[in-house]
């Protein structure tokens, strides 16, 4: 098990993940450079917002 570094929650980093968490590691992985310190429903969140939000990252 790991910690998230946004909601201090343990996670299991190899449970079976939804497309919003894919796409939110891959953010982490390009843009916030915090790849695998996050759990898959931070990841979600925070790919939905930015998909809301931030259009330029959809391409
Ligand atoms: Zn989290």
């Known amino acids: 098990m790991k910690q998230c570094t946004m909601c201090k929650k343990e996670y299991d980093e190899n449970a079976e993940q939804s497309q919003y968490a894919e796409a939110g590691e891959w953010l982490a992985e390009e843009v916030w450079k915090d790849s695998g310190e996050l759990c898959h429903l931070c990841l979600e969140n925070r ?5 809301m939000y931030h259009h330029e990252y959809n391409s």
Do not use: K
Not at 47 to 51: E, F, G, I
């Open 47 to 51: 790919a939905r917002l930015v998909m």
